[in-house]
């Protein structure tokens, strides 16, 4: 992530004070979960349910999984992610989204932004745009491409680049890629994830965001992206974002399902959910390892503390006790 800088000050101690709180988690079905996204799912699910309104309820919870890239999606992964969020004493509310169930809803945004002028059909490659510098300059926004062959583009009006997170403090992102005009459906014909997960939070009412920090960057994206539907198509406010550290094996090498990490055992969560919480900076009790798991959480839940979550991109798992 290059020139993404943030600051430690006006972290806030508890969930903003709202009517209700909807967070989600949102995996992709390209492999089993593993630390590394046990650890997003957590914090969403805590900061979600540590939330109490007025009325004295709960902060909800959805899961949606994002299963928009066929070619990458690994069979049964999507069952077994939702097998080990219940392993782990992760219950959703709601039925879980599946976005390929959501292709009308985002071609129906496609169709507004084009017929407002809000996007347009490039045909640049990501070769030629790496031989100018890696930025995209908007080259195609006068061409009149048709669609065949086409990616499709944002109008980039705002390129917001800063914002508040959570966690990390004021963010502040690459600038020149803050005001590219970024891809919202790709040339092979799949919705792009910045498209997908935007109009999903809008569709969910979601209003806080709770993932890892290999997402602070695209965040600048999905902001401009908010700010153009809500302007143009929708009565909808920007969520409230929060980014937690990545598990890193080393420096700038993060657990992931590409990096073929580890499965979670769901036969034996509790020694992996204990690590967990003290990757988040929880400081679970030493009795709570001979807990129940439904004691685990609970006990997560009524002394989640945002302040705790270190302030930091990554951290490397070898700081961590994982025992799996």
Same mark, same amino acid.
């Given at each position: 992530?290059?020139?993404?800088?943030?600051?430690?000050?006006?972290?806030?101690?508890?969930?903003?004070?709202?009517?209700?709180?909807?967070?989600?988690?949102?995996?992709?079905?390209?492999?089993?979960?593993?630390?590394?996204?046990?650890?997003?799912?957590?914090?969403? #699910?805590?900061?979600?349910?540590?939330?109490?309104?007025?009325?004295?309820?709960?902060?909800?919870?959805?899961?949606?999984? =994002?299963?928009?890239?066929?070619?990458?999606?690994?069979?049964?992964?999507?069952?077994?992610?939702?097998? $080990?969020?219940?392993?782990?004493?992760?219950?959703?509310?709601?039925?879980?989204? *599946?976005?390929?169930?959501?292709? =009308?809803?985002?071609?129906?945004? %496609?169709?507004?932004?084009?017929?407002?002028?809000?996007?347009?059909?490039?045909?640049? $490659?990501?070769?030629?745009?790496?031989?100018?510098?890696?930025?995209?300059?908007?080259?195609?926004?006068?061409?009149?491409?048709?669609?065949?062959?086409?990616?499709?583009?944002?109008?980039?009006? #705002?390129?917001?680049?800063?914002? *508040?997170? %959570?966690?990390?403090?004021?963010?502040?992102?690459?600038?020149?890629?803050?005001?590219?005009?970024?891809?919202?459906?790709?040339?092979?014909?799949?919705?792009?994830?910045?498209?997908?997960?935007?109009?999903?939070?809008?569709?969910?009412?979601?209003?806080?965001?709770?993932?890892?920090?290999?997402?602070?960057?695209?965040?600048?994206?999905?902001?401009?992206?908010?700010? $153009?539907?809500?302007?143009?198509?929708?009565?909808?406010? $920007?969520?409230?974002?929060?980014?937690?550290?990545?598990?890193?094996?080393?420096?700038?090498?993060?657990?992931?399902?590409?990096?073929?990490?580890?499965?979670?055992?769901?036969?034996?969560?509790?020694?992996?959910?204990?690590?967990? %919480?003290?990757?988040?900076?929880?400081?679970?009790?030493? =009795?709570?390892? *001979?807990?129940?798991?439904?004691?685990?959480?609970?006990?997560?839940?009524?002394?989640?503390?945002?302040?705790?979550?270190?302030?930091?991109?990554?951290?490397?798992?070898?700081?961590?006790?994982?025992?799996?």
């Amino acid at each position: 992530m290059q020139d993404l800088h943030h600051s430690q000050n006006k972290r806030p101690l508890e969930p903003a004070k709202l009517a209700n709180y909807r967070g989600r988690f949102a995996p992709s079905p390209s492999g089993l979960l593993h630390f590394g996204s046990l650890i997003a799912a957590l914090a969403s #699910y805590l900061d979600a349910k540590a939330f109490i309104n007025d009325n004295g309820e709960q902060g909800q919870w959805l899961v949606r999984i =994002e299963d928009i890239d066929p070619p990458r999606e690994q069979a049964g992964a999507s069952q077994a992610i939702l097998k $080990t969020l219940e392993a782990f004493g992760m219950h959703w509310d709601e039925q879980v989204l *599946y976005q390929s169930k959501q292709s =009308e809803y985002y071609q129906d945004i %496609l169709s507004s932004l084009h017929k407002q002028q809000l996007s347009y059909y490039c045909q640049c $490659t990501r070769a030629q745009i790496k031989a100018i510098g890696g930025i995209y300059q908007g080259h195609c926004r006068s061409e009149n491409y048709q669609a065949q062959g086409s990616a499709i583009r944002l109008v980039n009006h #705002y390129g917001l680049h800063q914002f *508040y997170d %959570l966690f990390q403090g004021n963010v502040s992102c690459d600038k020149a890629l803050a005001n590219e005009d970024f891809i919202i459906h790709r040339k092979d014909g799949l919705f792009a994830y910045q498209l997908a997960v935007v109009a999903d939070d809008i569709a969910q009412d979601i209003n806080h965001v709770v993932r890892g920090c290999d997402l602070l960057e695209p965040t600048a994206r999905q902001l401009t992206l908010y700010k $153009t539907l809500s302007i143009n198509m929708f009565n909808c406010a $920007t969520p409230q974002y929060g980014h937690i550290p990545l598990a890193v094996a080393s420096k700038g090498f993060k657990l992931s399902k590409q990096n073929k990490a580890t499965a979670i055992d769901n036969k034996k969560p509790q020694p992996t959910l204990i690590a967990a %919480l003290e990757f988040l900076g929880q400081a679970p009790k030493p =009795e709570l390892s *001979y807990g129940s798991i439904e004691e685990i959480i609970q006990w997560a839940i009524d002394n989640w503390q945002r302040d705790k979550v270190p302030n930091t991109v990554e951290i490397n798992i070898n700081q961590v006790n994982i025992h799996q």
